[in-house]
């Protein structure tokens, strides 16, 4: 082995390393100085702090480094990936902004460090290129995520919830570990590249069957699909609403990137198809079951619940299952629609977040029933609302239309697709006409409901109101102008 | 120019919502310019459009949009766009006058309103398949408001039905969509592009029935026409005005343009089932609109009908019954507007009451005139009388019909004769029901007709009868327009 080289490894480091710093920086400041001052103010430092470390961080990001062949065995930078870690950074900012007026916790400092040491732990997935790393950043963002779900010490569930979580996380890692040293004991390759030049013509032997099946559970865990989504309902109510965003935004999009990567970089040789037409067994087959049980259980289930965020929890489920049909596609396509798909997704459920938090605060909890008449005390808000939820119904012309289309395209138009496949997109399009039923459900409260006895004025809470904006905005930007994002992830992926 | 009548609709709806303080009155003044706006723009259209090249389509104006996937913002019409494109103006006016007198939550009715109006717009503009979708879909939601939120009669259940039933047409024309992806390698949404590919038979022989159907859902294609009456009557006058005048024609239009274009042997394979699905759709919605209580049912289910005509005329696959479809899109959608603003407005907003056994002790004819009439007028038209426009478009589809399948256009006459009987049911126990002596005659006077339901009236009752007499008017742009290269396909000789 070559002599390594430290100082290049930090080089590719430096937008994670400021982040570190600045958790630091909040958690002594907090500690030392802010800890008398009224939680608004020590909300606003903290705040501001993170804003100043994640705009650092994304401007180093943009200047960005060329990596070397030194730093490769390790990571990857620039292209995709920091388009990746700048949605990353903007979902946790927008997470961390939603929580500046709420009470849910009095460890604020501590609430700060510990997502933003999530953060970067979020951006050494998207980053990493080599098995080990990739579980101890796993690692590092679900001890971070267990931590925070019980962080919301006013709601008696949230131990459950965070105990829930956190005995399923624990036997999904054993998997993913146990997943992960197959395929290295097969391959006696660590990075990405290298396993898959070992791959190269192989074809599927009971190593690594195994292997890729326990890490396509562990995984299966960390995105919430069919049968590991039972940890999600659960967390997502009970977790406080800025963390159940940052678990249902950007937490997607960094498992899902990592997943797609060791998927498709280092077992890409691997796939098979859906139909098993004219090739082996492969690992197509297991994310068609995970996406098929996803789509159908995420969707029905949803219909039933009466809390918004149990409601959004099997809806991800469901997205989850629309995901992983882009992820199927095995090509630079597929992965510029999984994540054009994720970054929309998450707007539109950060800004359901914002707005679940509103009604939290202001009307005790997140009933679908409690939002009734929502539209004559926050129009703006309702507007945004509905948004969001035609968004993630796929209603065109928002974002996440364009999102599945896109998911729906990839799969077709890759080279291993068939008949199969099609069934299976043909199943997911039906699917989303029973996602509308459940969307239209809550808008119903939010636009037709409309008792006159709640005429009292509300009180408005501008930066959540900010926040609604700036998210549907984004969504009708991206739904009007879909090729802004999707033309340069697919010039950075070729 | 022919673009703006969308973002024309789309700005109107945008200050409806956004403009601070805006007044219900306003609300409802900006409503009715935007919508007469539209109008305007799509005379200006038909005054531009080049009657001696109605061979290409015209008006074109094409920007890239979603270069990656070949789609592009297609904008352009032909001779049959511009005929949807009148109906739209006329039926989005009236259907404003219908709706003057919402006072809950007026400004968001018209915001709703408008921007149902631009999807429609969209959809009858766009030669880009894509984007045709596109607006198929955004014209769906804004109908579940319109109908949950200031409908009547089971109002939700009526809007979510509705909604699912679009929602399932438009994802089975989403499938259709992508087809051309998988199977035939197709490389662009443009439909001027995409006539050109040669899709095998066999490609043609699946996707032409799940894409047909899926428009045909919103057409009310029986046996999935139930969303119709329901919907109808669920709706808030104006909405039915549209749903019924416009909505429908949505989705014959979309079949025309999309699968029928494309897939012209997928549509001789399936030609004689659809066109059978299409007459018993019109013998049973008479039948059933024959023995109806509620006077707006009657409307609903005769919609199902004249619908019927519509999607016969289309499977005739000769140019008069081809033509005669389009003219019966347009006769149905200024017709079913006019019958729904008498039934929903003018009678169901006095009385309270639609049961048409209520309504027979009421003695309408004596106390709303102008209704009695104005429905007498559109009752006639609708029925197939000379001298309106119903006439001339359900006789166009029966002679087209009658070349190609002569025993269904013997049961379409039977419907026509089932409609007279509903028609004059309905009529004889809404208006003129004879008077019972003892029958305590209601002393109160009911609230006189209004200018703004006149106005609309007199708008719908000029249009049928200026096309009933000269047909030609829209004939001049239709025929040619089927006999351009892209619909010549269709027409067997």
Known sequence: ?494 | MLSWTVYSSFIGATLCALWPNLSPQNARRTALSTAIIGFLITLACCFQYDLESAQTVQLVSKQAWIPSLGIGLHFAADGISLVMLLLTGLAAITGILFSWDIETRTREFFVFFLALIGGVYGVFISFDLFLLFVFYEIAIIPKYFLVAIWGSTRKEYGAMKLVLYSFVGSALVLIGLLAPFVEAGATSFDLLELINHPFSKEFQNWAFPVTFIGFAILAGLWPFHTWAPTGHVAAPTGASMLLAGVVMKLGAYGALRFPMTLFPMGLAAWRDELALLAVVGIVYGACVALVQRDFKFVIGYSSVSHMGFVLLGLMASSEVGLSGAILQMFSHGILASLLFGVVGRMVYARTHTRDLSELETLQLAKRLPFAAGTFVIAGFAGMGMPGFSGFVAELQVLIGAWNTFPSYAILAGIGIVIGVCYTLRAMVAAFFARENRFAELPKEALPAITLPEKTGALILIATTTLIGLYPRLLLDLIVPSLNSPMLKPLITP
């Open chain 1, 1 to 494: 082995m070559t002599e390594f080289s430290y100082s290049a490894l930090l080089r590719l480091l430096v937008p994670e390393m400021i982040l570190v710093i600045s958790a630091l920086v909040i958690l002594a400041v907090d500690l030392v100085w802010a800890r008398e001052l009224p939680s608004t103010k020590r909300h606003t430092i903290a705040f501001s702090i993170s804003l100043f470390g994640g705009l650092a961080a994304v401007v180093s990001l943009i200047m960005g480094v060329t990596i070397s062949t030194e730093g490769a065995k390790w990571l990857i930078v620039g292209g995709a990936t920091s388009s990746v870690k700048v949605g990353l950074i903007g979902l946790t900012l927008v997470s961390l902004a939603i929580s500046i007026r709420s009470q849910f916790t009095k460890h604020l400092g501590e609430w700060y460090m510990i997502a933003l040491l999530a953060l970067v732990g979020m951006m050494l997935m998207a980053s990493a290129n080599n098995l080990l790393l990739a579980f101890v950043a796993l690692e590092l963002v679900s001890l971070s995520f267990y931590t925070l779900v019980a962080f919301h010490r006013s709601s008696k569930d949230a131990m459950e919830g965070a105990l829930k979580y956190f005995l399923l996380g624990g036997v999904s890692a054993a998997f993913t570990l146990f997943g992960l040293s197959f395929v290295y004991g097969a391959t006696h390759a660590l990075n990405f590249t290298d396993i898959a030049t070992q791959l190269a013509g192989s074809s599927l032997s009971p190593l690594l069957t195994v292997g890729m099946g326990a890490i396509a559970i562990g995984f299966g865990f960390k995105i919430a699909a069919v049968p590991m989504h039972l940890w999600a309902p659960d967390a997502y109510q009970t977790a406080a609403p800025p963390v159940g965003s940052l678990i249902a935004s950007a937490s997607k999009l960094a498992s899902f990137y990592l997943f797609a990567r060791i998927w498709s970089t280092a077992l890409g040789n691997l796939s098979g198809s859906v139909g098993l037409e004219n090739s082996d067994l492969g690992w197509v087959l297991i994310l068609t079951v995970l996406a098929i049980g996803s789509l159908i259980i995420g969707n029905l289930a949803a219909i039933v619940q009466t809390s918004l965020k149990r409601l959004l929890a099997y809806s991800a489920v469901a997205h989850a299952g629309y995901v992983l049909i882009g992820l199927m596609a095995n090509t630079p396509d597929g992965m510029a629609s999984v994540i054009y798909y994720l970054l929309t997704y998450g707007l539109a459920v950060t800004g359901t977040f914002a707005l679940i938090s509103l009604v939290e605060e202001t009307r005790g909890n997140d009933q679908i029933q409690s939002f009734a008449n929502f539209h004559r005390c926050y129009p703006v808000e309702a507007f945004c609302l509905l948004i969001f939820l035609l968004s993630l119904a796929g209603i065109p012309p928002l974002a996440g239309f364009f999102g599945k289309f896109y998911l729906f395209a990839a799969a077709l138009k890759s080279p291993s697709t068939s008949a199969a496949m099609f069934w299976l997109v043909v199943g997911a399009i039906a699917m989303s006409a029973v996602s509308l039923y459940y969307y239209l459900k809550v808008l119903k409260q939010v636009y037709v409901v409309d008792t006159q006895s709640r005429l009292q004025r509300e009180r408005s809470d501008p930066t959540l109101k900010i926040i609604a904006i700036l998210m549907a905005v984004g969504i009708l930007a991206l739904g009007c102008f879909p090729d802004l994002i999707v033309g340069d992830l697919l010039a950075d992926l070729q």
